[in-house]
């Protein structure tokens, strides 16, 4: 196995398109350490087509976690539009793999074409979507202000942590300030519901 798996990663080494196809299928392999070693393979091709079979691999519960964990690394700067994209077209339960790894993308380099697409994904939402108001947060777009802000009056809490999220691209926005005064009585309330949280899960055994 050991060969097996050095001889997959040498094939993304190669960093060659034509190796895609013959790597997602040792991805759906049931052996778990060569689905693995193929994931990582893919990652290492760089362009378009490893990121588009990167994101189909997060639809496999079985391979999301490692497919999520390589596009959260990659470089390529169109991946993170087309990853919105992808989120934007989601059935809404199966948005929460997609919306995290967006997140995580965002975090660290802000695509402000992504708003509108989270904006669409968060409309054919039924409830709030923490993850969803955090990445249209981290987005880089301070039009979304208004969306986060409209949080506060049904998710106080989520609202702040995406307002945070929000100030760390955009510090010193005067437009919050109003908003947020109104939803100061609230605030006692969050932490309150927040520690009491925090303290069941420690101890919940």
Known sequence: MLFRSSAIAALGRVG???????LAELAHETDP??????????????????SQVLIELLGDATLRQAASGVLELRTDPELTLRLAEVLA????????????????????????????????????QSDGD????????????????????GALD?????????????FRLHPGDGRAADPLLAALPLVPEIEERRVGKECRSRWSP
């Open 154 to 166: 049904t998710a106080p809490g989520v609202a702040l942590d995406a307002l945070e999220s929000y």
């Open 33 to 50: 350490r060569a689905a693995e070693a193929a994931i990582q393979a893919i990652g290492n091709v760089p362009g378009p087509v490893a």
């Open 89 to 124: 077209r989601t059935p809404p339960l199966e948005m929460p793999p997609y919306a995290r790894t967006l997140q995580v993308r965002l975090t660290t380099h802000p695509v402000p074409e992504t708003a509108p697409l989270i904006l669409q994904a968060m409309s054919a």
């Open 16 to 22: 060659s398109e034509r190796a895609m196809r013959p």
């Open 130 to 149: 923490h993850t969803l108001l955090n990445a249209l947060a981290l987005s880089g777009d301070a039009s979304v202000l208004a969306q986060v802000l």
